[in-house]
């Protein structure tokens, strides 16, 4: 009796195996249009202010050394505005190594939108 249990038990397995096997696989949803694109709206950045020290500033770029962290250099190019405080600040000597600033820029750029500090002398 528990041999004909057993072999009723097997069958059931083997036909429910058959059958799950023999069943159409699902498809996936074809129906989404992959042609248009995702548009995503980016927040704009608001600039901040970066306290640095300059390594080498001349007319067309400054590279500045984080007073934070030592090991983060940026190299800037200037926006207009800062482009006509640059020339002048260059006509009377211009920044040494060494000497204290603060830039505003935006994060991920590199374009200094204001520089603030004093030049030392030559």
């Known amino acids: 009796m528990t041999t004909s249990n057993l072999i009723r038990g097997l069958a059931a397995c083997a036909l429910l195996t058959a059958t799950f096997a023999l069943c159409a696989p699902a498809r996936a949803q074809t129906t989404a249009d992959t042609a248009a694109p995702i548009v995503v709206q980016e927040r704009p950045s608001k ?3 970066l306290k640095a020290e300059v390594v080498h500033a001349d007319l067309h770029t400054i590279i500045v050394r984080e007073r934070d962290n ?14 006509d ?17 603060s830039i505003r820029w935006i994060p991920g750029g590199s374009e200094a939108l204001d520089i603030k500090g004093r030049p030392s002398k030559p």
């Open 47 to 49: 600039p901040v202010w």
């Open 70 to 83: 030592s090991m983060l250099i940026h190299t800037f190019t200037y926006s207009e505005k800062t482009q």
């Open 85 to 101: 405080k640059m020339n002048y600040i260059v006509e009377n000597g211009g920044y040494q190594v060494g000497d204290q600033v």
